[in-house]
């Protein structure tokens, strides 16, 4: 098709210096702040941002609490918040460093820390292996239950399992938006 050959020239033309942010890209589908159901008895409810990717994918990211970041907030600022700060060594800590023979790499274990855990999704789900579905007693929560593939000794009892995961939209309306999305992705 006509339209599928020039978003294939338009993407490939498109180089990363071009982004402005990683949420604009051709390959996101769709990128919301949305509620998780914690698991357990008593499991409240925690804000993740959640990306829909061209291959098929919803990617949930736990935005941390010290965030302020709700349900509705704009991806972007969720975004931001899962970005970890840039510590700029002074050059004076560079020359301390470097006289000793030890080089940036040599900094304590409480200086330098994993900046990429927050960048890894906390749950990623294949969305083709999914049935998803509106609760209807509860006004903008929608399930989505997951067959996967087991693994280890679990797979001699059984070749697949089942997760499942509720989510929570700010209202009805994007909660069946959501659900038309997920669904259109399998």
Not at 38 to 64: Q, R, Y
Not at 179 to 184: E, F, P, S, Y
Request: glycine residues 4%; charged residues 30%; proline residues 6%.
């Amino acid at each position: 098709r006509e339209e599928d050959r020039l978003e294939r020239e338009r993407t490939s033309s498109l180089q990363v210096g071009e982004l402005d942010s990683p949420l604009k890209s051709v390959l996101l589908g769709k990128a919301k702040v949305i509620e998780k159901r914690k698991e357990g008895m008593m499991g409240g409810w925690k804000p993740v941002l959640a990306l829909v990717t061209a291959d098929n994918f919803l990617h949930l990211f736990d935005i941390p609490s010290t965030a302020k970041i709700q349900s509705g907030s704009a991806p972007e600022v969720a975004f931001s918040s899962l970005i970890p700060e840039v510590d700029i060594p002074e050059p004076e800590e560079i020359e301390k460093l470097v006289k000793k023979g030890k080089g940036l790499a040599s900094k304590p274990n409480d200086v330098v820390r994993d900046w990429h855990n927050l960048m890894s999704p906390s749950d990623s789900v294949n969305l083709p292996n999914t049935k998803i579905a509106f609760l209807p007693k509860a006004d903008s929560q929608f399930e989505i239950e997951e067959t996967v593939f087991n693994t280890g000794a679990s797979k001699m009892f059984s070749k697949t399992s089942k997760r499942k995961m509720v989510l929570r939209a700010v209202s009805q309306e994007e909660a069946v938006d959501w659900i038309v999305t997920l669904k259109a992705q399998r």
